[in-house]
């Protein structure tokens, strides 16, 4: 797999100073604001425009933290910013986890789109301190109430798809008792004070009362639900696959074979399986991203060459330095024909570009933004890249991906050392309908707000 990459001349941002590592480094972006919360180390970001407000809810990893704000040390949970001005964004509460410490991964619906929330409302739905899942009313995000706990008891949890039209979340949970370390149970939470259990699915061999002996069991890393099929990511940096499931099989399963929600058999399983794509041992699938309807105008002279479907997977570095057997990266599948994933290209930054292999910390990918709005959709996609910072890629033509844009933060007070080096830790990237680019660093940096400029600008549908 070989997609077309241009290395380029890192430059500092404006006012940046210093060695590579220590000072901001930018291509075609800005940074716009800033905010430290509470020097947490940050994982999930998503911004939920929400009464001509723009909130920013900020996942973190386990740990402790002073809130300015109450005076006290809190456990790790989630952050809430008023985004409004990205100048100037504003700290509005720390939601401590419940149980245990770190809430990394949440989602967020407003009422006027679930089927039956009240009217005007807005929900936070979090897993917390790596054992349960719950539900938050934000609707004032300076006071967030507590609506339900979903599921605890859990030996796991991680990332979450919340379907803000139908209600239906996919939560990453790892029940006792199953074979791999995180598979889904699916719920209705169209009425978020009132969970409705759908169902558990995980690969075959996962199931309590089967033999996993020989089968490659990788847990679910996270769900994506786009046009009535459901990606499902398993992996990080090792052993990868890519499920693509038909999302009305997998709800309600086979008519001629009626399934235990709790235990369905391997067949029950494999009924909603569309196509899977294993990866090398030394290559995870940690995210799913698909680009759906692209255009490509190389092609319009063959009888289906265009609009093509693709998925853009990312992998997961999990090691410090590259002190991995691969460097983790981002491919592209070509799913015109879902049943047959076919790899196509790939997108890396060169460690020669900035000597990224002794920055300290980890260097390569890690996920890329979840939001489909129309400004970056099919054009921009935003990766995170640990040390690299974060990368603008443009998807126009996913046979070839091209960098048009990065931006590495400058380290600060707050950056907490990785092996006794200061290194920023781009660790998650999500963007909103306005075009601005939020990162969320692992090493406690804070959260970036940054915007396209120059080439990237001109990619973007920007005003």
């Not at 890192?10 to 940046?16: E, M």
């Not at 720390?94 to 989602?107: D, E, I, K, N």
């Not at 109430?145 to 979903?150: D, K, Q, S």
Request: proline share 8%.
């Amino acid at each position: 797999m070989a997609g077309v990459l241009e290395a380029q001349p890192r430059q500092d941002a404006p006012g940046g100073t210093g060695p590579p590592g220590n000072a901001a480094e930018s291509r075609n972006m800005r940074q716009v604001g800033h905010d430290d919360l509470q020097a947490r180390s940050a994982y999930k970001g998503h911004v939920q425009e929400q009464n001509g407000r723009f909130i920013a809810y900020v996942g973190h990893h386990e740990g402790s933290a002073l809130n300015p704000l109450t005076g006290t040390v809190e456990p790790n949970g989630n952050s809430i910013v008023d985004v409004t001005d990205p100048k100037n964004p504003v700290y509005l509460h720390h939601l401590p986890a419940t149980v245990g410490s770190g809430a990394r991964s949440l989602q967020t619906c407003a009422g006027d789109d679930l089927p039956n929330a009240d009217p005007g409302t807005y929900f936070l739905h979090r897993e917390t301190g790596n054992q349960a899942h719950e539900v938050w009313d934000v609707t004032d995000p300076s006071n967030p109430e507590f609506v339900v706990t979903i599921v605890d008891d859990l030996d796991g949890t991680h990332k979450n798809w919340w379907e803000c039209d139908t209600g239906i979340a996919y939560l990453n949970v790892d029940i006792p008792g199953w074979h791999s370390n995180r598979h889904l149970q699916i719920f209705d939470l169209s009425d978020p004070h009132d969970p409705v259990f759908i169902r558990n699915y995980g690969l075959p061999g996962t199931q309590p009362f089967e033999d996993p002996t020989g089968l490659r069991l990788t847990g679910i890393h996270e769900p994506l639900v786009l046009d009535g099929r459901v990606y499902l990511a398993h992996g990080t940096g090792s052993d990868g696959i890519l499920q693509i499931l038909d999302r009305d099989k997998l709800l309600e399963g086979d008519p001629d074979d009626p399934f235990d929600p709790h235990n369905p058999t391997n067949e029950q399983l494999l009924f909603p399986v569309i196509s899977r794509f294993d990866t090398p041992s030394y290559m995870g699938v940690h995210t799913a991203f698909p680009l759906l309807g692209v255009e490509l105008p190389e092609y319009e002279g063959f009888e289906e060459g265009t609009p093509r479907d693709f998925v853009a997977v990312i992998n997961e570095s999990t090691s410090n330095e590259c002190g991995e057997s691969m460097h983790q990266m981002m491919f592209l599948l070509d799913i015109t024909e879902v049943e047959q994933p076919m790899p196509v290209s790939n997108y890396q930054v060169p460690e020669s570009e900035g000597g990224f292999c002794s920055r300290g910390g980890r260097f390569g990918a890690h996920s890329s933004n979840w939001d489909f709005t129309d400004v970056y959709y099919n054009r921009i996609l935003w990766v995170s890249y640990f040390n690299a910072g974060v990368r603008g890629v443009d998807v126009r033509d996913p046979f070839n991906p091209v960098e048009i844009a990065h931006f590495i933060p400058a380290v600060t007070e707050n950056t907490d050392p990785r092996d006794g080096k200061i290194a920023i830790q781009t660790n998650n990237v999500d963007v909103d309908d306005r075009g601005f680019v939020y990162t969320f660093d692992r090493a406690n940096t804070g959260m970036h707000i940054l915007e396209p400029t120059g080439q990237a600008k001109q990619i973007a549908n920007l005003p």
